[in-house]
Structures are given as C-alpha cells and as structure tokens.
T-cell receptor, first 120, second 112 residues
C-alpha cells in the first residue's frame, strides 16, 4: 500500500486477555520495526524484522510479547496475559532495506499511525 | 541501553517566535534524525543528518549534528500554528538493523 497500515487503531481489553496488533508495511519494504510509545514518553524499540526473520528482538519487554512476520509482509505483535502497564501506543515502521539511512534517503523509517492499547 | 536526553520537555510560544530544542547522548551515533508527530499519527521525518558538524535546513527548520557525534539541535524559525506537535530526536547506530533510538520528545504549542 501507499503507507504503513496498522489495525486496530484502538483496542480496549481486560487485564489477563491476549491481544494481537497487525501491521501492513509499505509494499516492497523488507525491513519492519515495532516500537512502543507510553504516555509522555519517547518511542521504545521492540523488535526488528528483515524479511520473515527477526535478527533483533532485544526490546521485547517480557516473554508475554512475541511477534511474527509472514510472506515478508504483514506482521503481528501478540501480547499475552495483558497487564495495565502494557497500555501504550504500538507503532510499526517499515523501510526499504534495513541498515543505515543514507543521504539519498534510503532506509528512512516510515511509521504507521499506531494502535492504541488500553488495558483495564 | 543507549538513551537520548531531549530538552525542553515542552514549550508554549507565541506565533512568529523562534524555537530551539536539543538532544544529548552518552553514546556516539552515526546518524541523527528529527521527527514530528501530530496527534493520532505516527512520527514523520523532518531532517536527517549524516556527518559530524553538518548543518542542514528544510524550509524554516535547521538542524545540526554535533562535532562529538553525541548531540544535535533543531531550530524552527518564525513558528506558525501548524508547527504544533511533538518533536523527537532519534539516533541511529552503525549497525545492520537501522533501528532508531528516540529521545523523550518536545511538545510544542503555538499561540496564534
């Protein structure tokens, strides 16, 4: 698609339930990133995909968090047994190839609008 | 892990005034970027800086990559109401992942 699409845009869930958040990157973008933005905070890196593999998952805060990517395209972030501290906006970004941003503009991260998760 | 300290946390200014915000880090970054986030949207890239000492402009925006590679500033001249939003600095380490480390953000409000 023309941009990065994320769904749902808003999700309210009860503590202890599982949630799935979806990211549809820009067509042809091989690199995909998940970030978390808590209220009043900056963006916290969660995981990086290159194709379908995740060479960097160092930001996942606990084993309740997992993500997968299929067909080198759509990615799903799953949070199991949600806690109130999981409430945040989850942002997805994609780029053409991963690696360094270059003066030509290659590998600029383009973000989606995010999925706002509220855990009651 | 790496952290970026961004200041000020928020600013409330009059339309037409100039604005300055900055980021510092304990780590050296290969690239510095500045993003803007409007309410309900994802961050959008404003300026990218690639070399230590580089000064780059984009319209009313000017940003510099510090000589030590550990800091950057963003200036906005003659602010207008649509400048309202959250501004984030982001550093990119030399790696194959391309992931960005973000500052905490500067919330800008402009009074017409």
């Amino acid at each position: 698609g023309a941009g990065v699409s994320q769904s749902p845009s808003n999700k309210v869930t009860e503590k202890g339930k599982d949630v799935e958040l979806r990211c549809d990157p820009i067509s042809g973008h091989t690199a995909l990133y998940w970030y978390r933005q808590s209220l009043g905070q900056g963006l916290e890196f969660l995981i990086y995909f290159q194709g379908n593999s995740a060479p960097d998952k160092s930001g996942l805060p606990s084993d309740r968090f997992s993500a997968e990517r299929t067909g080198g395209s759509v990615s799903t972030l799953t949070i199991q047994r949600t806690q109130q501290e999981d409430s945040a906006v989850y942002l997805c970004a994609s780029s053409s190839r991963g690696g360094q941003v270059t003066p030509s503009g290659a590998n600029v991260l383009t973000f989606g609008a995010g999925s706002r998760l509220t855990v009651l | 892990g790496q952290q970026l300290n961004q200041s000020p946390q928020s600013m409330f200014i009059q339309e037409g005034e100039d604005v300055s915000m900055n980021c510092t880090s304990s780590s050296i970054f290969n690239t510095w970027l500045w993003y803007k986030q409007d309410p309900g949207e994802g961050p959008v890239l404003l300026i990218a800086l690639y070399k230590a000492g580089e000064l780059t402009s984009n319209g009313r925006l000017t940003a510099q990559f510090g000589i030590t590679r550990k800091d950057s500033f963003l200036n906005i001249s003659a602010s207008i109401p649509s400048d309202v939003g959250i501004y984030f600095c982001a550093g990119q380490l030399f790696s194959n992942t391309g992931k960005l480390i973000f500052g905490q953000g500067t919330t800008l409000q402009v009074k017409p």
